[in-house]
């Protein structure tokens, strides 16, 4: 798969993962959340890392700067 995350995206990506992951091993369970946060941390931190999204490719988003020619 093509790299369609970029930079800001990825950073985005990670503080958001880490703010979910924290939520959701420290708060008591209710209804399932927690481990829907977990899932979301999970995403997300895989997502940052590999540089790609799926839902980017489906809609055909990027967040990557365009290289200059």
């Known amino acids: 798969m093509k790299r369609n995350v970029g930079v800001l995206d990825k950073g ?3 503080f958001l993962a880490t703010l979910c992951a924290i939520y959701g091993f420290t708060h008591e369970p209710r209804s399932g959340l927690n481990g829907l946060l977990i899932l979301t941390a999970a995403y997300l931190f895989i997502t940052s890392l590999a ?3 799926a839902l ?3 809609l055909g988003w990027s967040s990557r700067e365009k290289k200059r020619e």
């Open 56 to 58: 980017y490719s489906a």
């Open 12 to 14: 985005i990506r990670l």
């Open 51 to 53: 540089g790609v999204c």
